[in-house]
């Protein structure tokens, strides 16, 4: 019984179940009551012999001596309090720039009360020019990282900067098959401007599309309005439907945000999935907006909301008609290995963000910002401050509460621009964000097991 550490082994009960997950070998386990106060006991140090004369008090000897054998069985097959994992700390480091996200443009034809790129709006907003786009694609294959590159247009709107776009994709296409390499592609857009034109050449190059959509009529329009103040709800979704019939639906997720005005963002999700939309992600606010952030006691609320989410989900699937929702989404056997999941989304090691004037960040929420410059891409000699990167990287091994979390292989540790905005600093802890996490993955674990 010894070397048990409380924070390997995560108890916890969900509807009519009681799950025990071995946080070191990713196991799942459904117990029963017997087995909930064995491994219970386990965790608080008790030894065999403590153990079987605790529990055969409330069960029978032998009952008690084969759920101790179970257990031994599962402990030496390590996937129940197995041991932690050796990282080879080779394998944690980036071996090259794989992934860039290009502001296609600063400008925006929308007004989102909670958008982060809004202080943007004290400088010149701009357009990314045909040497920056150029540039970026010759950047990126210049570095190791594998067969596959990957691109996302983002902004502001990058639609607004359509024809650019277009050119970034046919320059990479040709380059990559010169280098023997693979470009994909991902557009982030509000979905305003969306034209048969522009469908057409997604469409045909396969790009895949993240469409921003809040979900009601009356609380996207209240946080997603054009700059005159009038709603953009019926012109998005009338042009997402329009492009997810050209595609089959393939190839996109609908990716929405809540805030303190929609807490019952359930509404939302049954409502875009009546629009027909499968494939989603409404993801909680991070602003230091008072009137929009989430606080402590709004957690019971948003706690309900997934519960109602679980029993939908449940439900459609039960129908066959099933829906993808990105946080219910763990794969306990073929997901990605530990040394991917604790990278995380590789900001400022193998992903990178370019500022319409070339200028490199460790992601896009930290455009703009002065601390986080990494460099210009316009630059003669390109020289990446990839400090600032090792910098952000090292940040979430030195956040106090991480390493006794029982979250901590499934989190990708947490994101640094919330640490940073919402914490103080970058190896502080987003306390909200963890909680919020922890409560979607228990989550998740129960749908595995059901």
């Keep these: ?70 257990v031994r069985e599962l402990r030496e097959k390590k996937l129940l309090f ?48 045909w040497e920056v786009g150029k540039k970026a694609v010759d950047f990126l294959l210049e570095y190791e990282g594998g067969y596959y590159r990957e691109m996302d247009f983002f902004g502001g709107e990058p639609l607004l900067n359509f024809p650019l776009i277009r050119r970034i994709v046919e320059y990479a296409r040709e380059k990559s098959y010169q280098k023997k390499k693979e470009f994909n592609f991902t557009l982030t857009t509000n979905a305003s401007l969306l034209q048969d034109e522009i469908i057409d050449f997604l ?15 009356q609380i996207h329009d209240l946080m997603r309005s054009f700059k005159n103040g009038n709603g953009s709800y019926h012109k998005t979704v009338e042009n997402i439907k329009k492009l997810l019939h050209s595609r089959e639906n393939k190839n996109y997720y609908i990716r929405g945000t809540f805030t303190r005005n929609n807490l019952d963002f359930y509404e939302d999700i049954e ?49 066959g008609n099933p829906f993808l929702f990105y946080h219910f989404i763990l794969d306990m056997e073929k997901g990605p290995c530990l040394y991917k999941r604790l990278s995380g989304c590789g900001a400022g090691m193998d992903y990178l963000a370019v500022a319409a004037d070339g200028s490199l960040y460790p992601c896009h929420q930290f455009v703009g910002m002065d601390e986080f410059y990494m460099g210009n891409i316009t630059d003669q000699q390109v ?55 922890k409560m979607r993955l228990e989550r998740a674990l129960y749908l595995q097991a059901v």
């Design 1 to 70: 019984m010894n070397n048990i550490r409380c924070e390997d082994i995560h108890m916890f009960k969900y509807k009519d179940m009681q799950m025990v997950y071995d946080v070191n070998s990713s196991s799942l386990h459904e117990v029963d009551n017997l087995g909930w106060d064995l491994i219970g006991l386990m965790q608080n140090g008790d030894d065999r012999e403590q153990i079987s004369t605790l529990l055969s008090r409330k069960y029978h000897y032998d009952q008690v001596e084969e759920a101790l054998l179970e």
């Design 82 to 129: 197995s041991p932690v994992p050796k990282l080879d700390k080779g394998k944690l480091s980036s071996v090259g720039i794989k992934a860039l996200c290009l502001f296609i443009s600063h400008n925006c034809n929308l007004g989102c009360s909670y958008c982060f790129t809004r202080r943007e709006e004290e400088k010149t907003l701009s357009h990314m020019s």
């Design 383 to 437: 020289s990446v401050k990839r400090e600032i990167g090792e910098r952000i990287d090292g940040a979430a091994w030195q956040r106090e509460e991480c390493p006794a979390c029982w979250a901590r292989y499934l989190c990708g540790r947490g994101c640094a621009a919330s640490s940073y905005f919402q914490g103080g600093d970058l190896c502080s802890t987003y306390k909200l964000g963890c909680d919020l996490q």
């Design 203 to 217: 469409n045909r190059e396969n790009i895949n599309v993240v469409l921003s959509l809040d979900g009601r009529p």
């Design 271 to 319: 409502h875009i999935l009546g629009l027909g939309f499968d494939s989603l992600s409404l993801e909680p606010v991070v602003t230091n907006e008072g009137s929009l952030s989430l606080r402590e006691e709004d957690l019971h609320v948003v706690e309900r909301q997934y519960d109602r989410l679980v029993d939908l989900y449940l439900e459609r699937k039960e129908k």
